[in-house]
């Protein structure tokens, strides 16, 4: 059973930072693909950051040079570390396993609410 499990949103004043953290379970952790997304009430889901197998990384626009994502394998932990914090990027943040040759479907984490007071 494949498990995503965030944690560490909050509510910080603009300029602040935070860490998120997804914890995985069920997955071959190593060899997948993370993404961080996050949404709007009323919006589509946004790509936030992905990290790939080999570390490479991507990020949106908005959150480059402020977003760093990384992973600990040894802990099957992805982590999403956001500074200099901006009203708009008050979001609920979903943490993310696409499907891929080792996993027939994409799962979810339930979600963990950032929110960045001006």
């Known amino acids: 059973q494949v498990q995503l499990v965030e944690s560490g949103g909050g509510l910080v004043q603009a300029g602040g930072s935070l860490r998120l953290s997804c914890a995985a379970s069920?997955?071959?952790?190593?060899?997948?693909?993370m993404d961080w997304y996050r949404q709007v009430p009323g919006k589509q889901r946004e790509l936030v950051a992905t990290?790939?197998?080999?570390?490479?990384?991507n990020y949106a626009d908005s959150v480059k040079g402020r977003f760093t994502i990384s992973r600990d394998n040894a802990k099957n932990t992805v982590y999403l570390q956001m500074n200099s914090l901006k009203p708009e990027d008050t979001a609920v943040y979903y943490c993310h396993v696409p499907r891929s040759w080792s996993l027939r479907d994409d799962y979810w984490g339930q979600g963990t609410q950032v929110t960045v007071s001006s």
């Open positions: 990290i790939a197998r080999n570390d490479n990384t």
């Open positions: 069920g997955i071959i952790f190593g060899l997948s693909t």
